[in-house]
C-alpha cells in the first residue's frame, strides 16, 4: 500500500507529484526565459553603473517582499485548517480584512518612501534616486500578491497560480525592456517591475474570491474523504502523544487560532528575512564597497541567483503540499524529492556553463564591458545552488510548522555578512566566500531536517500498526 501523505489528497505516486507541479514549472520556465532576455537587453540599454544600480535596487525589491512571503506562509496554515475542519465559510470576511490592512499599510509606506528616497540612494552608493521609489514600492504590492497566492496555494489551484506567476514575469519583463528602450533608463526599468507587480496583484485578487462559497466543495482535500479519513486517525496520535494533534475539532492539526498564525507569520517572517539577506547581502555590499565593479558583479550575480527564483517558484508546490500534510497528520517527502531534483537539474547545468565557458556566456549576454567578474561566475553558481537546498528545506519547515530554522539562519546570516565586509568588495573574494558560508550552512540545514525526520518518525512508532498508517482507508470505505 502506498504510504500516507504522497500525493495530492491520498496516496499518489511520485510521477503524478511531479505532474500535480507542472503549472508552476510551465510557469518557471516561461519567466527563466523572460528574466533571460530582459537581462541581456536592460544590460545593453544601461551604462554599467546603472545596471549595477538595477541589481542593488533588485535586491532591495527581494528583501521587501520578504514579509509577503511571510503572510503567505500563515495564510496557507490557516486556510487548511479551515478546509480540513469545515470551516471554510470564515475565509471571506477574514481575507477581506485583511486586504484592506494591506492596502492601509501601502499608502504610508509609499508617502514614507517618497520622503526618503534621496536618502536611500546615499546610503546605497546609487547614482541617483532614479528607480527607488518604484522598485520600494513594487516591492510592497508582493505583500498583498502573496496574500492571493496563499489563498491559491491551500486551494491547491495550481493552474490559476501558474497563470499568476507567468502574468507577474512576463509583463515585468515587456514592460522592463520597453520603457528603459523609450528612454526611461533606470527609472524606466524599476517602473516595469512595478507594473508587473500591479497586474500580478489584480489577477491574484480574481482568482482568491473568485467562487469563493463553493470553491472548497471542489477540492478533494476539504471533501467528506479528507474529514472521515482522518477524524478517527487524530484520535489514535493524540492517545499516543505525538505533537500538534487531537486539537480543535479532530481534523489531524486542523486548529489554527491567532497564536498559530501568528507563528507561523513570524517564523516565516524571520527566515525569509534573513534568506535575502543570504541571496542578496553580496550584491549590495560588492555596491556600497566598489561602485565601480557593482556592474560587472551584477552580471554574475544575476545569472547565478537565476537558480534561486526557480526554486522559490517550486516553492509554490512545496509549501501547500508539506502543509497540507501535516495539518492531516501525514508527511511531503515525496514533494520534497521533486521540488530538489528540480531545483537541482537547472543548478548543475548553470555549473558547467560558469566552469567552462564563463566569459564566452558573460559577453554574449552582458558585452564585453560586463566580463570582470568572470573568475568569480564558478563560485556564486555553486553558492546560489546551496542556498537553493537550503531555502527548499526551509520552506519544507514552514510546512511542518518547525520553529528552529530562524535560529540556524541567523548564524548562517552573521556569517556571510561578516566574510563579504571581511572581502572588502572585491567580486572574487566575495564570490568564494559566499560558497564556503552557503555550502556550510546547507550542510546545517540538512542536519536539522535529518534529526527531525527521525524524531518524528519515533513518535510514530507505536502507529505503525494501524490501517491508516501503512495505506490510509480507501475513499470507498469512508464515502
Sequence with gaps: ???????????????????????????????????????????????????????????????????????????????????????????????????????????????????????????????????????????????????????????????????????????????????????????????????????????????????????????VDSSKWAASTFREPAAHLEQAGYPGHGHGHGHGRSTHGRRELAGDVLTAFASLGLLAILQYMDVVMVGAFSPSRAGDYGAISVSAKSLVFWTIMLTNYLLPEATIRWHMGGHALGELRNTLVLALLPALLMLAIALTVPSL???????SNLEGAASGFPYLVGAMAFLSVTIIFTNYFFGVAWRGIPAVLTVGAGALIGSIVAAGGRPLQTARMDLVVQACLAAVVVGCFVVLDRRQAHNQAGLSKQPWRNGQYAESDVA
Excluded at 520597453?178 to 496583484?201: D, F, H, Q, V
Excluded at 556566456?361 to 558585452?367: E, N, R, S
Aim: with cysteine; net charge positive.
Design 361 to 367: 556566456f558573460l559577453g554574449a549576454a552582458f558585452g
Design 1 to 219: 500500500m502506498p504510504r500516507a501523505g504522497t500525493g495530492t489528497g491520498g496516496p499518489v505516486p511520485g510521477a503524478r507529484g511531479i505532474f500535480a507541479a507542472a503549472p508552476i514549472v510551465i510557469a518557471g520556465v516561461a519567466i527563466a526565459l523572460a528574466n533571460v532576455g530582459s537581462t541581456v537587453v536592460v544590460a545593453r540599454l544601461l551604462i554599467p553603473r546603472e545596471y549595477g544600480a538595477l541589481t542593488q535596487l533588485l535586491g532591495l525589491f527581494f528583501i521587501l517582499s520578504m514579509p509577503g512571503s511571510a503572510l503567505m506562509v500563515g495564510v496557507v496554515h490557516r486556510v487548511t485548517a479551515w478546509r480540513i475542519a469545515g470551516d471554510e465559510h470564515r475565509l471571506k470576511p477574514w481575507l477581506g480584512r485583511v486586504e484592506m490592512f494591506c492596502f492601509g499599510g501601502l499608502v504610508l509606506f509609499m508617502v514614507t518612501v517618497w520622503i526618503l528616497q534621496g536618502r536611500i540612494a546615499t546610503w546605497l552608493s546609487l547614482p541617483s534616486r532614479a528607480g527607488i521609489f518604484e522598485t520600494l514600492v513594487a516591492g510592497a504590492l508582493w505583500v498583498i500578491v502573496s496574500v492571493n497566492r496563499g489563498v491559491l496555494q491551500a486551494r491547491k489551484e495550481y493552474h490559476w497560480l501558474g497563470w499568476n506567476l507567468a502574468i507577474e514575469g512576463l509583463t515585468r519583463t515587456v514592460f522592463m525592456i520597453g520603457l528603459a528602450a523609450a528612454g526611461l533608463g533606470l527609472t524606466g526599468a524599476a517602473m516595469g517591475i512595478l507594473l508587473g507587480e500591479a497586474l500580478a496583484l489584480t489577477h491574484g485578487m480574481t482568482g482568491a474570491f473568485r467562487g469563493m462559497t463553493g470553491v472548497f466543495r471542489r477540492s
